[in-house]
């Protein structure tokens, strides 16, 4: 394993439902792949995430309820951790903004940019619901842009244009719960001093190499109107704010946004804490061969490109403004913020409340996790927006998966535990099979290049180009036919079978639980690549019971690199590696669609 320490932080779902598979395509595949062949290549991991537990949204679905904010989110963290492993993504450690240790994280961060200067008190027009009288969060506000003339901009920003506003910047404001119009009253809150950051911001976005076009752009396009943002909100449920006169007010807490991308080092600290080394977490904030890569839907681009970033400069003391790092020492920015679009669903925007949806535990009650896997990596919204449609997913699963990569792992070991019962002793090698081999074992530098550049569409279709060849091969060889030269027919099935060895390989950070299967096929035991798990724990300083996510991942056999097969490896008469769906799902699936069910 080698020295490089690799942050993969990962866009903390929020608890206020189970996620639906357009939030996964946006977050959470795409990470676990990043992850896994980071891992194959020898790399150290350090994948974090949790649930994002603050907030109106929690409140109001509580008030709807009847219940406290935490049995909501108590409820939905268990939900979507579950959802979450079952699609095989590799955390290691998933946890919740609701722990002590994340609030004390937080806390510390805003003392380090208060200390700096970089946070400021001042007093500013907040919204109120007249019929409540509770405060509106900025994103419960909506209107018309008074930039672009937008008709459904949020009150913290305008989607279509992309600038920051404020609520009593928009034109005609009406609260999303209810439709009435708010109140705006004083009242006094911290800000953080965004404009301070003009320049530090800019020369760190201008170092940035090989982003996504989209998010680079869209990240420099921000620093042409940066205003103050507020820190902190009128709500009583959040991290409270370590002030005298304020950690003890019922009315005052951070703003969900600005602890949530703390998350990502209270996680890591959390995760060092469990580890039984305190300090493990500082080789992947501190150290100089640690990069970090932030994954997550393009509507967070601004709170991982700007705020977060902003919060990291003015804690290190590296603001426009200069200062010195706070206590726990100088954090490291991210190294690229990886931002898919959105996956919209048979042409319309995934919307719960409206029924155009298809949760995470629905989907995976019916498919293999690998063949949603699959579509997100080889169709999904890399760099622009995807339409999800039955047919297409079960184009995919049925051309794709099923008669393309399945086929040649079935057909190959089916054919040689028929005729040897074991991995057959190669002879002499023909041009035809050493240019296959040299085809599969040359597409791990290509692949892993494109995989370490976040360019996974490209490689995965890439890795099945390579299983077309082998198939090519294995049809153009024959061996069924080689009956009276067992030698060759040997050796064609030698080659076949190192070929689906190397695409196992290169297919495995897509397709980790077919991956494991094939890895049994070809006679291998033990892992081989991992799946992560669901395990209950207890907050390490109050002691209340929680599930994470975890894994051990350090010692699969999976390696980003040909392996030789060995001959006289047992092999078995195999068992389809993907199920073939029926064309009648397109049919029921739409009908389950237009009638709002599951």
Known sequence: MSDRHILTAVAWPYANGPRHIGHVSGFGVPSDVFSRYQRMAGNRVLMVSGTDEHGTPITVAADAEGVSPREIADRNNRLIVDDLQALGLSYDLFTRTTTVNHAQVSQEIFLGLLKNGYVFPQTTLGAISPSTGRTLPDRYIEGTCPICGYDGARGDQCDNCGNQLDPTDLINPVSRINGETPRFVESEHYFLDLPAFTRSLGDWLDSRRGWRPNVLNFAKNLLTDLKPRSYTRDIDWG???????????????IYVWFDAVVGYLSASIEWARRSGDDDAWRQWWQAPDADAYYFMGKDNIVFHAEIWPAQLQGYNGEGDKGGSPGSLGRLALPTEVVSSEFLTMEGRKFSSSRQVVIYVRDFLARYDPDALRYFVAV??????????????????????LVAGWGNLVNRTVSMAAKNVGAVPTPGELTDADRALLASTSSAFGPVGDLLARNRQKAAATEAMRVVGEANKYLSDQAPWKLKEDPARRDTVLHTALQAVSDCNALLTPFLPHSAQKVHELLGGTGVWSPAPRVEEVTDLDDGSPYPVITGDYGDAQAVWASRPLPSGTPLSPPTPVFRKLDESIVADELARLEGGGK
């Open 379 to 400: 169709a999904g919204p890399e760099t622009q927006d995807t339409d999800f449609t039955w047919a297409e997913f079960l184009r995919r699963n049925n051309d794709e």
């Open 239 to 253: 991290v409270p704010i370590p002030l005298d006169g304020w950690r003890d007010r019922p009315d005052k807490r």
